[in-house]
């Protein structure tokens, strides 16, 4: 069982800057990847980021060049560094993990507003 939980979500301006982070309950390298989703209302859940267990990372298109991902073995958290944040990035961010044998795990999620 892995326990996630998100951390950093806010208010912030157009063009700002947030950092969320995820905190694991379990060694981030006995998983396959950490994810980070979002989830705004009325749209489907979109995957923004992810890490696999051996360092590679990927980004949706929409966050290319803004969103960095980015994790810390020793104390098992996946951050995600946002700049040039836009009304659009405005969601709920979940971090999300699956396990070798297939089990999804999710956490609560960490709101971001991006409003004037």
């Known amino acids: 069982q892995v326990q996630l939980v998100e951390s950093g979500g806010d208010l912030v301006q157009p063009g700002g800057s947030l950092r969320l982070s995820c905190a694991a309950s379990a060694s981030i390298l006995s998983v396959s990847a950490m994810d980070w989703y979002r989830q705004a209302p009325g749209k489907q859940r979109e995957l923004v980021a992810y890490v696999t267990n051996g360092g590679s990372t990927s980004y949706a298109d929409s966050v290319k060049g803004r969103f960095t991902i980015s994790r810390d073995i020793p104390t098992n958290t996946v951050h995600l560094q946002m700049n040039s944040l836009k009304p659009e990035d405005m969601a709920v961010y979940l971090c999300?993990?699956?396990?070798?044998?297939?089990?999804?795990?999710w956490g609560r999620g960490t709101q971001v507003t991006v409003s004037s």
């Open positions: 999300h993990t699956t396990s070798w044998s297939g089990v999804n795990y």
